[in-house]
């Protein structure tokens, strides 16, 4: 239920105020890809400063994307920037389910030292052939694990190809990935549109990615997020969903328990689940 990924560059204070603002379904701070080697520090310095404010992104799911595990400066982002006031990272690169198990036990401890009263999601994006022929067992490393993200440049990158618009040599990966999300009972968010401008390319990107199982879609820029999010108009099954979402927490809350987690169709729901359920439901002004 996750339709649009707004990636912010995390060295940028004014795009990172801006976010407050915009209505994508998660919020992610990027610490990888858009900040420069030398700025790496005082991005997370930014993104740890912006994330004491969360509740200025109001129902939005908040994210931070770190650095891959290969590059050696994962557990140095997670220490910065884990805190009750992220609902997941995004892992980008990821090759194995080793190194998913890697970062959980490192979450664990930097929850346990900060006494955190949640459990930190992950997003494994998938931008290898590696990572693509595990990506099965890499989305059932861990229970932690509840989304897989294609990341389609880095992928031809991988495989010593160019991008193509029509998109034949990457067709096998981006089918094979919402598969796998699917087989593993999690969900898949599709590659980003890199081409700012055309809208009307990035709808018909979208509507490809829906055919093919992805529950949303990566953005790089604020006037992508509603092209994109009326592509995934919730299907009548994710809105019988997001109310028995609402329902059962909401009746944990009235009895005083606050929001807990709880079973719903023999799935674990909690608070980032109520939250995205509710937006559904409020975006379509029903109950």
Same mark, same amino acid.
Request: one cysteine or more; glycine letters at 6%; aromatic letters at 6%.
């Given at each position: 239920?996750?339709?649009?990924?707004?990636?912010?560059?995390?060295?940028?204070?004014?795009?990172?105020?801006?976010?407050?603002?915009?209505?994508?379904?998660?919020?992610?701070?990027?610490?990888?890809?858009?900040?420069?080697?030398?700025?790496?520090?005082?991005?997370?310095?930014?993104?740890?400063?912006?994330?004491?404010?969360?509740?200025?992104? #109001?129902?939005?799911?908040?994210?931070?994307?770190?650095?891959?595990?290969?590059?050696?400066?994962?557990?140095?982002?997670?220490?910065?920037?884990?805190?009750?006031?992220?609902?997941?990272?995004?892992?980008?690169?990821?090759?194995?389910?080793?190194?998913?198990?890697?970062?959980?036990?490192?979450?664990?401890?930097?929850?346990?030292?900060?006494?955190?009263?949640?459990?930190?999601?992950?997003?494994?994006?998938?931008?290898? *052939?590696?990572?693509?022929?595990?990506?099965?067992?890499?989305?059932?490393?861990?229970?932690?694990?509840?989304?897989?993200?294609?990341?389609?440049?880095?992928?031809?990158?991988?495989?010593?190809?160019?991008?193509?618009?029509?998109?034949?040599?990457?067709?096998?990966?981006?089918?094979?990935?919402?598969?796998?999300?699917?087989?593993?009972?999690?969900?898949?968010?599709?590659?980003?549109?890199?081409?700012?401008?055309?809208?009307?390319?990035?709808?018909?990107?979208?509507?490809?990615?829906?055919?093919?199982?992805?529950? #949303?879609?990566?953005?790089?820029?604020?006037?992508?997020?509603?092209?994109?999010?009326?592509?995934?108009?919730?299907?009548?099954?994710?809105?019988?969903? *997001?109310?028995?979402?609402?329902?059962?927490?909401?009746?944990?809350?009235?009895?005083?328990?606050?929001?807990?987690?709880?079973?719903?169709?023999?799935?674990?729901?909690?608070?980032?689940?109520?939250?995205?359920?509710?937006?559904?439901?409020?975006?379509?002004?029903?109950?």
């Amino acid at each position: 239920m996750f339709r649009t990924l707004l990636f912010i560059p995390g060295n940028n204070k004014r795009f990172i105020e801006k976010a407050k603002s915009l209505n994508a379904d998660i919020i992610c701070f990027d610490l990888e890809d858009s900040v420069p080697l030398n700025e790496k520090q005082a991005a997370r310095d930014l993104v740890s400063e912006a994330l004491e404010e969360k509740k200025d992104h #109001g129902n939005r799911n908040v994210y931070v994307r770190i650095n891959s595990y290969e590059s050696g400066m994962s557990f140095q982002d997670l220490d910065a920037i884990v805190s009750d006031q992220i609902d997941g990272v995004v892992v980008p690169k990821v090759n194995n389910e080793k190194e998913v198990n890697y970062l959980v036990r490192s979450l664990i401890e930097s929850e346990r030292q900060k006494a955190m009263s949640k459990k930190i999601g992950i997003m494994a994006s998938i931008e290898s *052939a590696q990572g693509l022929v595990n990506s099965y067992s890499i989305a059932t490393a861990d229970v932690r694990v509840k989304t897989l993200v294609f990341g389609v440049f880095d992928f031809l990158n991988d495989m010593g190809l160019d991008y193509v618009q029509d998109g034949i040599e990457y067709s096998f990966a981006r089918a094979k990935i919402p598969i796998d999300a699917r087989a593993a009972g999690i969900g898949a968010i599709d590659a980003i549109w890199h081409k700012v401008d055309d809208i009307e390319g990035l709808v018909r990107d979208a509507g490809t990615a829906k055919r093919l199982g992805y529950q #949303g879609k990566c953005v790089i820029h604020p006037k992508q997020v509603e092209p994109v999010a009326n592509v995934f108009i919730p299907s009548n099954n994710e809105i019988d969903w *997001a109310r028995k979402v609402v329902h059962a927490l909401e009746e944990i809350m009235e009895k005083g328990k606050g929001i807990g987690a709880v079973t719903v169709d023999g799935r674990m729901v909690d608070a980032a689940h109520y939250r995205q359920a509710k937006s559904v439901l409020d975006s379509l002004n029903i109950r």
